[in-house]
């Protein structure tokens, strides 16, 4: 069943306070399509986005050419960049795309601004979602930077195929992305798994063959 605007802002801030009605007079339920480009690099930041249902995926693409997922903006989450550009009133380092078909809440900087300021509950919300989100950045950051990237390619694999026996239908580059890798690490180190039988090759799609072994190498530390 669809939610109206209010009855998610009722469910998000169940205290309803008055502070909040500035939200409720200013805020905007738009539905993104899978593909959109929610944002771009060099943008000006003029909303506050909260995923009510679906995926935003964050990225950047460095100066060699290689894209990056940074992370992703779920359900009942804010993204960090976003709320970050909106309070430094600076522009977009890092692209945002709607991965699935996405519902947000759109809210104009100076109903943020305003709302920020006279409403404890949203404030306590969105610092808590700052807070969250930039810890799951840092980890992002260090895993990227310091991770064995077998043990993370065994991570993403198992994560992908449920834990189990199946077949993933992804690329290397897009494997490549998620790991803030190049495409030709991630293949050299896919041969690497097929010659050991735990996967499969094949055209835009890996088969996880032995995902005991993967989930012992997705256990180590890095």
Known sequence: MTQTTDEILERLFPTAECGLEPLRQGVEK????AGQVVFRRGDPCRN???VVQGSVRVQVLAANGREITLYRVRDGQSCVITTSCLISVESYPAEGVAEEETTALVVPQAVFDQALGSSAEFRRF???NQGQRLGDLIQRVEDVVFGRIDVRLARLLMA???RGAQSIAITHQQLASELGSARE???RQL???AGR???GIGRGAIDV???VALDELARQSD
């Open 30 to 33: 738009v539905c993104l399509p």
């Open 48 to 50: 506050y986005l909260l």
């Open 126 to 128: 969105v610092f808590a």
């Open 160 to 162: 992908l195929s449920g």
């Open 185 to 187: 690490v991630i293949s």
């Open 191 to 193: 041969k690497q798994f």
């Open 197 to 199: 039988g735990w996967v």
């Open 209 to 211: 063959k032995a995902p």
